[in-house]
């Protein structure tokens, strides 16, 4: 025999700068996050579904930094007995094994090291953990000393995927084919828990099962072959093959989750968005959207970014008769498409570019093929929805000053929209500079607007058209004063010149150009009272505005496009000028008086309450009639929003008249507990020019138990009586699923469309084309 030495320590320390192997099994990137419990079973059988047999690996103990004294080729090992064969060139440690190197650590009830060979062999409830706590586990560990090579029987690992969630892998053996490559043999695979809170092993939502598993980090892709989904431990599906991202990969390309749905109007309806990943900074989603009762549909969405900004581009695309909400079709097949497209660039620090463009072919297309978001805000300007709105614009802002240049354009799809009566407008430059020293104490803002529109009809007086050409130019001036006990005192002077050039009017009544002069001042009083009630507190704060300007008429000669809708209430109660446009002017002198009362409870509850009117030293004609604005005293303005406690707000204003008429109200509740969330919004406003808006909005999500509930949401449009959007839902949820099947009933008030009933499947899993849950789940 050859020469052993046998030798029981405490403490081992040794640099084995040799030991390549030791280094391989140190430096190897670890699978995942801590593992406290994961399955394992008897090597040779069938895999079972998880959850299997419980291994509960010992929690790990804190690891040496980096920073141990151990330096890069530094080695501590520590074990009940240690026994070196020189003749062999064999290392064996046994009982309580546990090594580090360079910041990781392995224990083993044994550990064999071979310097001949450079292989070392780790077994009985083998731990790889990493500095960051990341850890692999194996009741028998085989690596070789070229970096590439390595096995594991009844091997177990977690890959973290976000704070909340890890995947799972479990596998009767492990092999690591390479640096990149691992395969698992009679493996699964699941994100889902596989342990309650009282330790007990529970069956996993969703977990993948299959002969081999084969993990490219490089690629960051999962293979499977032969693989069975089972739901709730029960086989749902089999495949000879599948492939998907693994939970590390920021993007891949490969199939989404399908969007399926039963509609009136569509028949059955298979949506199965693909995703191309491009390059690290681009991709392209196609979504061909296949139907029973009408033509296929194909939206595409196309994403860069750049050094500079970002594009964003989606298309649709179909060629089809137009249908109503029973898929009924009528008139001749046509193409119907639509753009959805905005960008956004940084010049310089300073400057910046932008666009939308924002057309269809068809009014209707975004309901007949249920497409997301249409109306989403982005831009520089915002549009209503049901309206598009394409605009290029410029822009430079600095700490003093701001300019913006834009052109724009709107398409109405609304059945009640007259496009000929949205103006074309181009350019509209607006500019202001912040003077960077006090004048007269205060401080001084000089404003600059001009446009030019180009409208068909107008949509105040239908026979005009043509050109509205207006430059503006304004100066702001305020300054604060507080006295001693408090009183705020804000003298202010505004003073603006318009300039009208309208001689491409199409009618005789206009003349060639039309200037007005305006201004205003005047000063703004409060005096905030505060009071401590325990913890609690108190603020009383009474506001006092005059503000003085020359009687102003209107000008028949201007025609009104910028403040057609226009609402009276807190936001501009004490503004010394209620208009937001140019076209009107509020003029006279008047009195804006009110009271704002909070009361704040801590941990933010709280509760603020505001009611206030104008007074007006004479009538006036400019504003519209139902705001009360035009007599010598407005209506009432009241407003309110509380938390009183949490996961329950309230919020509303009105408008009041003297004899208690509500010309407007808007109300709302949001509410949230561990079961149950919603909200409930109300509207009632007759004060618009073009008509009376009422409608009513509601929507709940409420869970029955931990994991089943049901989802609920509906508008109603009470001026003509009907329910408008009504969603009905049953709802799944846990820790890494989300499975909803929702039944809509949406009626078009008016238009070719009408009614349509439909049911849709919403699927969300973890890490399958989703990490995590959106708000409004997949649609």
Not at 227 to 245: C, D, E, N, Q
Not at 475 to 492: C, L, Q, S, V
Not at 673 to 680: E, K, S
Request: with cysteine; charged share 20%; glycine share 8%.
């Amino acid at each position: 025999m050859g020469d052993v030495r046998r030798a029981r320590i405490g403490r081992v320390r040794s640099s084995l700068c040799g030991g390549a192997a030791l280094a391989f099994l140190f430096a190897s990137g670890a699978l995942a996050q801590t593992v406290n419990e994961l399955p394992v079973h008897v090597p040779g059988q069938p895999t079972p579904a998880l959850p299997l047999e419980v291994h509960k690996a010992p929690a790990p103990a804190p690891t040496l930094s980096p920073d141990d004294g151990l330096g890069q080729d530094g080695f501590y090992l520590e074990a009940d007995t240690l026994v070196r064969d020189d003749k062999a060139n064999i290392w064996t440690a046994n009982g309580k094994v546990e090594g580090r190197y360079q910041g990781r650590t392995i224990r083993a009830d044994t550990l064999t090291y071979n310097a001949a060979t450079g292989v070392v062999t780790a077994d009985g409830d083998a731990q790889l953990i990493s500095a960051d706590g990341s850890a692999e586990f194996a009741q028998h560990l085989v690596l070789d000393n070229k970096f590439r090579a390595g096995f594991a029987r009844v091997f177990a690992a977690q890959l973290p995927i976000n704070q909340k969630l890890t995947a799972k892998f479990a596998a009767d053996v492990a092999i690591r084919r390479s640096e990149t490559v691992e395969e698992l043999d009679r493996a699964i695979f699941t994100p889902c828990q596989i342990c309650a809170a009282n330790g007990s092993a529970v069956t996993p939502t969703w977990s993948i099962q299959a002969d081999r598993i084969i993990e490219d980090h490089q690629r960051h892709l999962i293979y499977y072959k032969n693989a069975t989904i089972r739901i709730k431990g029960v086989p749902v599906l089999y495949t000879p093959f599948l492939s998907h991202p693994d939970p590390t990969a920021p993007r891949a390309s490969g199939l989404l989750i399908p969007q399926i749905s039963v509609t009136g109007k569509r028949g059955g309806s298979y949506q199965q968005p693909v995703l191309w990943v491009v390059s690290p900074s681009q991709d392209v989603t196609f979504s061909p959207q296949i139907n029973t009762k009408v033509n296929p549909f194909l939206n595409i969405n196309w994403r860069d970014r750049f050094y500079s900004g970002s594009l964003d581009v989606r298309l649709g695309y179909t060629y089809e008769s137009d249908f109503n909400g029973n898929g009924t079709k009528f008139g001749p097949e046509t193409s119907r498409s639509y753009i959805l497209a905005n960008g956004d660039f940084n010049l310089t620090p300073n400057w910046s570019w932008g666009f939308t463009a924002d057309r269809t072919s068809d009014p209707l297309i975004f309901d007949k093929y249920d497409i997301p978001s249409a109306y989403a805000d982005h831009g520089l300007f915002l549009s209503d929805s049901q309206r598009l709105l394409s605009q290029l614009y410029v822009t430079r802002q600095d700490d003093n000053s701001y300019l913006s240049v834009a052109a724009l354009d709107v398409q109405g799809l609304r059945t009640t929209d007259n496009n000929r009566t949205f103006p074309t407008i181009a350019p509209l430059a607006e500019g202001r500079y912040d003077v960077p020293f006090d004048i007269l104490g205060g401080h001084l803002r000089l404003i600059g607007d001009a446009v030019l529109l180009n409208f068909d009809e107008s949509p105040v007086v239908p026979t005009l058209s043509g050109y509205d050409d207006r430059a503006s130019g304004e100066a702001d001036w305020i300054r604060t004063f507080t006295t001693p006990d408090g009183i705020r005192i804000e003298p202010f002077a505004n003073g603006r010149v318009d300039v009208y050039d309208l001689s491409n009017m199409t009618t005789a009544a206009r003349t060639q150009s039309v200037t007005q002069v305006l201004g205003t001042a005047g000063v703004t009083v409060s005096m905030p009272l505060i009071r401590q009630f325990g913890t609690t507190t108190v603020v009383l704060d009474p506001i006092a505005q005059l503000a003085l300007s020359p009687d102003y008429k209107v000008n028949p000669a201007i025609p009104n496009m910028d403040d057609v809708v226009f609402s009276y209430d807190e936001t501009n109660l004490f503004a010394p000028e209620k208009f937001n446009g140019f076209d009107l002017y509020e003029g006279g002198q008047r009195l804006n008086v009110g009271e704002q009362a909070t009361v704040q409870w801590g941990n933010g509850l709280n509760a603020t309450f505001l009611v206030g009117r104008t007074f007006r030293a004479e009538d006036t004609d400019v504003f519209p009639t139902k705001t009360g604005l035009n007599g010598t005293a407005s209506d009432w303005v009241l407003a309110g929003d509380a938390t009183p406690i949490d996961g329950l707000s309230f919020f509303g204003r009105a408008l009041v008249s003297d004899t208690l008429g509500v010309e407007r109200v808007e109300a709302g509740v949001d509410f949230a507990t561990a079961r149950m969330n919603g909200y409930v919004r109300y509207l009632d406003d007759n004060t618009q020019i073009t008509g009376p808006v009422r409608n009513f909005e509601m929507g709940s999500e409420f869970l029955v138990t931990q994991h089943w509930g049901f989802d609920f949401d509906a508008i109603r449009d009470i001026e003509v009586n009907q329910w408008t959007l009504v969603d009905l839902g049953l709802v799944y949820k846990d820790d890494c699923i989300k499975v909803a099947v929702i039944y809509r009933r949406q009626n078009t008030v008016v238009g070719a469309l009408g009614a349509s009933d439909a049911v849709f499947l919403r699927l969300t899993l973890a890490t399958l084309g989703d990490q995590g849950y959106n708000n409004d789940g997949i649609r």
